[in-house]
């Protein structure tokens, strides 16, 4: 079964690039415009990783990482940036992401990074 | 020996061949004879019978004017033209030992006083600022008695040799006769010169209409005043309405209209005395010249003074609006480097979609088969992610662009909503949320578009990083257009954010006053000078609960063409 990816991006054109490039790697993307969608749709078939953008409206990556931990979901997370920020990318290694990603993304790092999220081992530490 | 051979081998481009040379000062000579002729036989038609004493001298107008006009390796031309055109004037009535002194004395005053203006004045000389006028005035005075201490008309009086008047007559009439054709003829001459004709051709219609105003009027006075008899001439109030057609021509038409129109009112006050009509016609012949030789100068030097005056003001107002242009281009600058982080954001996102469209397409020609469907359609958006990343860019060049500044109608709306787009990313990082309230059917102002959006993108980009140390929920900025009387428009910038310095709220204005770790401090004191330079206002007050509200305060413009107190600024020509 195609592991599904759930990628979260308040841009529109970010999502749809996004689905496409997963589509054609042969992975089983969905797409939402918001972390609330993304929890909401928590009831169906659960993805197998994230893909994250670190700021959006309402609740960014970060945020959104605490909410699933607060529901006991653990999702391996990769987050998305346009903002190349130190700061930022150490808050986001440290609230427990698998990768910090800035965009544009190749497509080889980003589906390494994917291979990577998943196939991690529960309870190895993060590079 | 190779760049000998290079340097002869490219001839120099645009240098005139010696038949062109020889044709110019050929027709240079002939116009200067010409004109200083003309200028004798009029000055000798100004003097008193049997008499050496005449009201003005022009002809040595002319040739100060032409030396003015010439480089100093062909002043002997202007001079040999000077002089052969004082030998047909004065032949054969004035005797060649005579015209042979007057020769060598007018070339010696005039040599003298133009190597002293460019010496202390510089050139060109245009008579738009007070120091010219006033060195200028002061070096025609100087040479024009030292030329007459050298003139046979006082030399020989001084010896009793010419009859009919002393030296304490002939010095003044003499001095000045050449300081009135220096204060008169030389002005409009050198000025109009340096016009040319394509200068005359280029003149706004509106400028030939005032010019032509001036000059009827000037006519119509002048007729009444120099030209009737001493019963209505002599009437004193009727000299005073020469000055509103010159002051007229000082403060609209500068020192080109001042000269011209002074030198018309000449021209028709010796016209009158030649016809023994006006209010110059006294007992004596000296008292009639001296009359009106003193007239003549005491009407150009204060109407010269005056067009030099506001030349000088008006310089520095297109100076101030250039620097005032050129610190409003450079905050700009600034204000973009401190949006280049969230632009470089705004731009990442198209430029990711393309990556990502790309390499997905790119992976989708290796299926089989192939989805050519797919594929289009990952081109097609690939096109315009392009274009949109394009947009930001041409957005952001724009805005730095220094461009010239022009004013045009400027929609407040369209004004409010692209300082929303150049700060969006801005915004969205810094998670403020927006609301804009806008009145509908707002009246346009009339402004320059580039420096208005300044203004209030600055004030956007301050009250979002005024409200970084609150919580993010709470971080509201409120934009409003609305009119401020009936004949204003106000935009309202409202923050929650961290207010200003009670008591003292101006000081945010003040020049290299910040808050900012990284900031000019000029932002605001730029904001409200081009606030001030379109007639409108900014100022700003703390909240009652939080943060601040910046008001911007511009002049509505209606329809009609008119604008309510809107700054307008034009380049003087």
């Keep these: 079964m195609p592991l599904l990816v759930a990628i979260v991006d308040d841009d529109e054109a970010v999502r749809v690039s996004l689905r496409r490039l997963c589509s054609a790697y042969g992975l089983t993307p969905r797409t939402f415009a918001s972390v609330r969608q993304l929890l909401d749709s928590m009831e169906e078939r659960r993805p197998d990783c994230l893909i994250l953008d670190a700021q959006m409206p309402e609740l960014g990556a970060i945020e959104a990482q605490e909410q699933l931990r607060e529901r006991g979901i653990d999702i391996p997370a990769i987050i998305i940036t346009g903002r190349d920020d130190e700061e930022l990318r150490a808050r986001s290694m440290s609230s427990g992401a698998a990768a910090f990603l800035c965009k544009p993304i190749d497509a080889d790092v980003l589906m390494t990074a994917i291979d990577d999220a998943i196939n991690r081992v529960p309870g190895e530490p993060r590079d | 020996m190779r760049a000998l051979q290079l340097a002869t081998a490219v001839p120099y481009v645009n240098s005139p061949s010696a038949p062109q040379r020889i044709a110019r000062v050929g027709s240079q000579f002939v116009l200067i004879a010409v004109a200083y002729y003309l200028g004798a036989r009029l000055g000798l038609g100004l003097r008193f019978q049997d008499s050496q004493m005449g009201v003005v001298w022009p002809p040595n107008g002319v040739l100060l004017a032409a030396l003015l006009l010439t480089p100093r390796s062909r002043w002997w031309t202007v001079l040999l033209a000077g002089a052969v055109a004082h030998v047909a004037a004065m032949y054969p009535v004035t005797p060649a030992w005579r015209w042979v002194w007057q020769i060598a004395a007018n070339s010696a005053m005039t040599v003298a006083a133009a190597e002293a203006l460019r010496r202390f004045v510089g050139m060109p000389l245009r008579f738009d600022s007070v120091r010219q006028v006033l060195v200028y005035t002061a070096t025609a005075f100087v040479a024009t008695g030292l030329c007459a201490l050298m003139l046979p008309a006082f030399v020989r009086s001084l010896f009793g040799l010419e009859p009919g008047y002393s030296p304490r007559v002939s010095l003044p009439a003499v001095m000045l006769a050449n300081t009135t054709g220096m204060l008169l003829v030389t002005p409009v001459i050198v000025l109009w010169a340096q016009r040319g004709v394509r200068g005359l051709k280029e003149l706004a219609a509106r400028h030939l209409l005032e010019g032509t105003a001036i000059l009827l009027s000037l006519l119509a006075v002048g007729a009444l005043a120099f030209g009737s008899g001493p019963g209505v001439a002599q009437f004193p109030p009727l000299l005073i309405w020469i000055f509103p057609p010159l002051l007229w021509a000082a403060v609209r038409l500068g020192p080109v209209g001042s000269a011209t129109a002074l030198f018309f009112v000449a021209a028709l ?305």
């Design chain 2, 269 to 573: 006050s010796a016209l009158g005395m030649a016809r023994h009509v006006g209010p110059f016609i006294m007992p004596t012949e000296a008292e009639q010249v001296l009359s009106l030789q003193l007239f003549w100068i005491a009407l150009s030097l204060p109407i010269l003074l005056l067009a030099a005056v506001i030349r000088e003001r008006e310089r520095a107002e297109d100076t101030l609006h250039d620097l005032r242009h050129q610190l409003a281009h450079a905050t700009r600058v600034a204000t973009a480097g401190e949006l280049s982080g969230a632009f470089a954001h705004e731009l990442r996102q198209p430029l990711t979609a393309i990556l990502a469209n790309a390499q997905a397409g790119i992976r989708l020609l290796t299926h089989q088969p192939a989805k050519h469907h797919e594929v289009r359609e990952i081109l097609e958006d690939i096109a315009r992610h392009d274009r949109q990343a394009a947009e930001v860019i041409a957005r952001l060049r724009s805005f730095v662009l220094e461009g010239k500044s022009s004013f045009d109608t400027v929609e407040v709306e369209t004004l409010v909503r692209d300082a929303l787009t150049l700060s969006r990313s801005t915004v969205e990082l810094s998670q403020v949320e927006v609301q804009a309230q806008i009145c509908a059917g707002l009246p346009p102002v009339r402004g320059d578009p580039v420096q208005l959006l300044q203004v209030v993108l600055n004030l956007i980009v301050n009250a979002c990083e005024s409200m970084l140390a609150v919580p993010a929920a709470e971080r509201r900025l409120r934009l409003g257009a609305a009119p401020l009387g009936e004949e204003q428009v106000e935009v309202v910038i409202a923050d929650c954010g961290v207010g200003l310095p009670a008591g003292h709220e101006d000081r945010v204005f003040e020049p290299f006053y910040t808050t900012k770790a990284k900031g000019l401090g000029l932002g605001l004191a730029v904001g409200r000078s081009i606030a001030a330079a379109h007639g409108g206002r900014l100022w700003a007050e703390n909240n009652p609960q939080r943060g601040a509200t910046f008001h911007l305060a511009l002049g509505a413009h209606n329809g009609n063409g008119k604008h309510a107190a809107a700054g307008r600024h034009r380049r003087r020509r």
